[in-house]
Nanobody, 116 residues
Framework: QVQLVESGGGSVQAGGSLRLSCAASGSISSIKNMGWYRQTPGKQRDLVATITTADITNYADSVKGRFTISRDNAKNTLYLQMNSLKPEDTAVYYC??????????WGQGTQVTVSS
């Protein structure tokens, strides 16, 4: 089993920045790729960014050039640096990991609110 705990959410004005963190624990050695998703009320959970074990990254078009995903394997932590935030970035952000055991895990989510 893997446990994921997000932190770093909050309220910020448009144009501001936030850095989300996702601390992993448990069966750390089984973790392969990791990613961030976001969800607003009544809508599906959408991909924001992913990162592989080789640090290959992928981003949703809506966040390219503004968000950066990274991972620190020594600290078992995933990050999402969010710059030039827009009101449409307001959502609950979730951390996800895929494992070698053919299972995936989600964190509990952290709220990001961007005001205009």
């Amino acid at each position: 089993q893997v446990q994921l705990v997000e932190s770093g959410g909050g309220s910020v004005q448009a144009g501001g920045s936030l850095r989300l963190s996702c601390a992993a624990s448990g069966s750390i050695s089984s973790i392969k790729n990791m990613g961030w998703y976001r969800q607003t009320p009544g809508k599906q959970r959408d991909l924001v960014a992913t990162i592989t074990t080789a640090d290959i990254t992928n981003y949703a078009d809506s966040v390219k050039g503004r968000f950066t995903i990274s991972r620190d394997n020594a600290k078992n932590t995933l990050y999402l640096q969010m710059n030039s935030l827009k009101p449409e970035d307001t959502a609950v952000y979730y951390c996800k990991c895929w494992t070698t055991l053919f299972r995936n895990y989600w964190g509990q989510g952290t709220q990001v609110t961007v005001s205009s």
